[in-house]
């Protein structure tokens, strides 16, 4: 059954402090770790994975880029990637990975091994499974795993696409009980930042330049509080991973392929603290930028909010 509910307003144009209103996490401290790191896998025009670890410093660190896969995509049809989940293969001594894609109009799950973790990808075992059709326009895609250690509580599945944000339950390559949110046409884009039993949390930037936290219960309208209201509109592309209790973001400029790292402390609002790393000493020209995470894990999950 399809169930549409209204945010409290349009994002960027008619959002209120009283519509935004929410319970305040209790304050947390942003000094646990002596600095935040993230593990990017970062989609190429032509089908390939390139794999980098960013290092929240100032100004921000990376490391040399090497290959993740070559060759996983067809050319020029790669259009927007959900995180990449890793589970251990013990067996091959290596790793499995698990990937949403948007290839033209379809989306699919990329699944293969690789041998030796670090090692080559298995070309056998590469598989692009359909998921379903009509995603030519969506802008932005996640998936969500949450566990418990390493069961599996639910998955779920968003996706952005004109002024509504929708999300599915996931059962293996099934997508069933959508549900969609609109009132959200002012988002440019979103990432994943906070994964409980009962909800998800997104940070998401407008087109205004505006940023926002999204949580998405598991039953019940989204909440939506502002967190800043300028400056953020230059990012196409957001990718959060989780650091104690604070968060590393990245955020990256497509039109530049500019890169910058931002340290967020527990997301509360217009008081949530940001510090601005800097520009990372990259440049970033590929389609798709997405975390790599172990995702069978419970410590690998986000608590941004």
Same mark, same amino acid.
């Given at each position: 059954?399809?169930?549409?509910?209204?945010?409290?307003?349009?994002?960027?144009?008619?959002?209120?402090?009283?519509?935004?209103?929410?319970?305040?996490?209790?304050?947390?401290?942003?000094?646990?770790?002596?600095?935040?790191?993230?593990?990017?896998?970062?989609?190429?025009?032509?089908?390939?994975?390139?794999?980098?670890?960013?290092?929240?410093?100032?100004?921000?660190?990376?490391?040399?880029?090497?290959?993740?896969?070559?060759?996983?995509?067809?050319?020029?049809?790669?259009?927007?990637?959900? *995180?990449?989940?890793?589970?251990?293969?013990?067996?091959?001594? *290596?790793?499995?990975?698990?990937?949403?894609?948007?290839?033209?109009?379809?989306?699919?799950?990329?699944?293969?091994?690789?041998?030796?973790?670090? *090692?080559?990808?298995?070309?056998?075992?590469?598989?692009?499974?359909?998921?379903?059709?009509?995603?030519?326009?969506?802008?932005?895609?996640?998936?969500?795993?949450?566990?418990?250690?390493?069961?599996?509580?639910?998955?779920?599945?968003?996706?952005?696409?004109?002024?509504?944000?929708?999300?599915?339950?996931?059962?293996?390559?099934?997508?069933?009980?959508?549900?969609?949110?609109? *009132?959200?046409?002012?988002?440019?884009?979103?990432?994943?930042?906070?994964?409980?039993?009962?909800?998800?949390?997104?940070?998401?930037?407008?087109?205004?330049?505006?940023?926002?936290?999204?949580?998405?219960?598991?039953?019940?309208?989204?909440?939506?509080?502002?967190?800043?209201?300028?400056?953020?509109?230059?990012?196409?592309?957001?990718?959060?991973?989780?650091?104690?209790?604070?968060?590393?973001?990245?955020?990256?400029?497509?039109?530049?392929?500019?890169?910058?790292?931002?340290?967020?402390?527990?997301?509360?609002?217009?008081?949530?603290?940001?510090?601005?790393?800097?520009?990372?000493?990259?440049?970033?020209?590929?389609?798709?930028?997405?975390?790599?995470?172990?995702?069978?894990?419970?410590?690998?999950?986000?608590?941004?909010?």
């Amino acid at each position: 059954m399809k169930i549409r509910k209204r945010a409290a307003a349009l994002l960027g144009l008619a959002l209120t402090a009283g519509a935004l209103a929410q319970t305040a996490p209790a304050t947390a401290s942003i000094s646990e770790v002596p600095f935040c790191q993230m593990s990017l896998g970062s989609t190429t025009s032509g089908g390939d994975l390139i794999l980098r670890g960013l290092y929240g410093v100032v100004p921000p660190g990376a490391s040399p880029s090497s290959w993740g896969g070559k060759d996983l995509l067809p050319d020029n049809q790669v259009r927007l990637t959900s *995180g990449l989940g890793t589970q251990m293969n013990a067996e091959q001594n *290596g790793e499995s990975r698990r990937q949403y894609v948007v290839l033209g109009t379809g989306l699919y799950l990329l699944t293969y091994e690789v041998n030796d973790f670090y *090692g080559d990808v298995d070309p056998a075992s590469v598989k692009r499974t359909p998921i379903g059709g009509g995603w030519g326009d969506v802008r932005y895609l996640e998936s969500s795993r949450f566990n418990r250690g390493t069961t599996l509580v639910r998955h779920n599945a968003y996706a952005l696409l004109g002024d509504t944000i929708l999300r599915w339950n996931v059962d293996g390559t099934a997508f069933s009980r959508k549900e969609t949110y609109s *009132g959200f046409s002012a988002v440019k884009t979103m990432t994943l930042i906070s994964q409980t039993a009962t909800y998800d949390t997104f940070l998401a930037n407008t087109r205004g330049g505006a940023l926002y936290t999204i949580r998405i219960p598991v039953a019940g309208p989204p909440v939506v509080k502002v967190v800043r209201r300028s400056t953020w509109q230059g990012f196409e592309s957001l990718v959060a991973n989780g650091c104690g209790l604070k968060t590393i973001v990245l955020g990256v400029d497509k039109e530049t392929g500019a890169p910058y790292l931002y340290e967020f402390g527990h997301a509360n609002g217009t008081a949530t603290v940001i510090r601005g790393l800097g520009k990372v000493p990259r440049t970033f020209t590929e389609v798709a930028h997405a975390r790599r995470f172990q995702d069978n894990q419970e410590r690998e999950q986000l608590s941004g909010e």
